[in-house]
C-alpha cells in the first residue's frame, strides 16, 4: 500500500501549504527509520518546510491533518462501505496474488501482517483486493508503531502457537522501509535467543527502469539498516524461506 499511502502524504502536505513533497523527499524522510506513520510522516514534512522557509504558518492539529488525508486516501469514511471509497487506496497496485500465500501454505510456512496501515485499509486490500480470507493482521494502533517490535512479536508467537524462543522456528520479517528492518533490530535485542531474519526490498516506485540508481541507494539504505537480505521481487522469499 506504499505508493497510495505516498500520494496521500504528498497531497496531504500540499493541502496544508504550498509545498508538495517529491517521493524522493518521502524516501529520504522514512529512510530515517522513525516515520512509519504516515500521519506523523506528513506533519514532520510540513514542519521542516516551514522551518526551512522560515515561515510561522501554524500547522494543523492532528485531526484536522487526519481527517484531510483519509479523505484522500480513502475517499470516504474510513469506517463506513468501502465499495463507497473514491480515494487513492482503490488504484493501489498489488505487489502479490493470492497464489502467492498458498505457496507459503504448501510449504507449511506461516504468515501474516504488521502494518502501519488503519485495519479498515489493510482489510481492504488484503481481503477485498486480494482474497484472503481473515489473514492474520497487526494493524495501526493495535501494537505501537514499527520500529517498536511489539506488534511483529506478538503476531510471531500467535502463529507459533507458542512462545519464541530457541527451539522455536526462525521468524521472517520483509519490508521496504529502514522502520521495517529496524524492527527485526530491535526484536533480535528483546528475544535474542530467537532466530530472526530481515528481508528488504524497494518500494514499487523505484522498480522502474530510470530508477535504478535511486533504487540501488535505497536498497544500500536498508543493507545499511540491517537487513540480512535484499530481495528483487516478493515471491523470492520463497526460495529463501524454504533454504531457513
Excluded at 505516498?6 to 497531497?11: L, P, S, V
Excluded at 463507497?84 to 502467492?100: D, Y
Excluded at 484472503?132 to 495501526?140: C, K, V
Amino acid at each position: 500500500m506504499a505508493e497510495s499511502y505516498r500520494k496521500a502524504i504528498k497531497e496531504t502536505v500540499a493541502y496544508f501549504s504550498d509545498f508538495q513533497p517529491t517521493t524522493e523527499d518521502i524516501d529520504s524522510l522514512k529512510s530515517e527509520g522513525i516515520w512509519n506513520n504516515d500521519w506523523e510522516a506528513s506533519m514532520e514534512l510540513l514542519k521542516r518546510f516551514y522551518l526551512n522557509q522560515q515561515k510561522s504558518s501554524e500547522l494543523p492539529s492532528h485531526k484536522d491533518l487526519v481527517h484531510v488525508f483519509n479523505n484522500f486516501y480513502f475517499g470516504g469514511d474510513p469506517e463506513g462501505d468501502p465499495f463507497s471509497w473514491k480515494g487513492f487506496i482503490l488504484n493501489e497496485p498489488l505487489l502479490v496474488k493470492k497464489s502467492f500465500f498458498k505457496a507459503l501454505d504448501l510449504h507449511e510456512i506461516a504468515w501474516g501482517f504488521v502494518s502501519g496501515a488503519e485495519r479498515a485499509s489493510a482489510k481492504f486490500v488484503l481481503e477485498k483486493r486480494l482474497g484472503l480470507i481473515n489473514p492474520p493482521l497487526i494493524a495501526m494502533g493495535e501494537a505501537p508503531d514499527k520500529p517498536d517490535p511489539t506488534g511483529l512479536i506478538h503476531l510471531a508467537s500467535h502463529l507459533n502457537q507458542n512462545s519464541l524462543g530457541r527451539e522455536g522456528p526462525a521468524v521472517a520479517y520483509l519490508g521496504d522501509t529502514v522502520a521495517d528492518i529496524l524492527t527485526i533490530k530491535n526484536a533480535r535485542e528483546t528475544i535474542p535467543e530467537q532466530k530472526f531474519i530481515s528481508f528488504g526490498i524497494a518500494p514499487p516506485h523505484l522498480k522502474k527502469s530510470e530508477s535504478s540508481a535511486l533504487r540501488s541507494s535505497y536498497e544500500a539504505q536498508l543493507k545499511a539498516a540491517g537487513a540480512d537480505i535484499i530481495l528483487r521481487e516478493i515471491i523470492d522469499v520463497q526460495k529463501y524461506m524454504r533454504e531457513i
